[in-house]
């Protein structure tokens, strides 16, 4: 099992950077397939980026956002850059078992953070 917690969110301008952090514990990131995912309001839960041996990001995040991992800290990073107000919703860490094809599909994800609320006025 493991415990995830997000931080980092907060306004910021268009066209600004932000990056989240999401601290695990109980066990390792690197046993499982890590993602990041959002919702605004009124929408349902998408996908954003997931990191295992491989990095895959939907395409309106591509190019803007990097999804890393920290070994030391037992930390995912998301690094946001070139923001738009359509980023605007609550970011979401979740942890699913390493060999998930789905990485896609919220309920293919065990364990969730809290969520963390990041607001890009324009």
């Known amino acids: 099992q493991v415990q995830l917690v997000e931080s980092g969110g907060g306004l910021v301008q268009a066209r600004g950077s932000l990056r989240l952090s999401c601290a695990a514990s109980g066990r390792t990131f690197k046993s499982y397939l890590m993602g990041w995912f959002r919702q605004a309001p009124g929408k349902e839960r998408e996908f954003v980026a997931a990191i295992n041996w491989s990095t895959y990001y939907a395409d309106s995040v591509k190019g803007r956002f990097t999804i890393s991992g920290d070994n030391d800290k037992n930390t995912v990073y998301l690094q946001m850059s070139s923001l738009k107000p359509e980023d605007t919703a609550v970011y979401y860490c979740?942890?699913?078992?390493?060999?998930?094809?789905?990485?896609?599909?919220?309920?293919?994800?065990?364990?969730w953070g809290q969520g963390t609320q990041v607001t890009v006025s324009s």
């Open positions: 979740a942890a699913a078992p390493k060999y998930t094809q789905g990485w896609t599909i919220p309920r293919n994800y065990d364990y």
